[in-house]
């Protein structure tokens, strides 16, 4: 990951995971970061909730987040 001026950043939680990030981060930019640094590639049946909040998909990228905020991404699984 990029280096990151820390008086510029914020830290959040991501499937239990602590995440830095730059201050004007938005969700997207977070899960992408958090499925690269989990060497996970990108995967269309994902779904994200922030603080416990499911955020549409088509809402990541203009979804800003804070200091603490808690993320955690869920993958669908097909089967019964």
Do not use: H, K
Not at 12 to 31: K, Q, T
């Amino acid at each position: 990951l990029a280096s990151i001026d820390r008086r510029c950043s914020m830290n959040i939680v991501c499937n239990g995971d602590r995440l830095e990030m730059a201050a004007e981060a938005s969700l997207y930019e977070a899960v992408s970061n958090y499925l690269q640094a989990a060497d996970t590639p990108a995967q269309s049946g994902l779904a994200v909730a922030c603080n416990g909040e499911v955020v549409p998909r088509d809402q990541w990228s203009q979804w800003s987040l804070s200091e603490g905020d808690r993320l955690d991404v869920f993958t669908a699984v097909a089967g019964g």
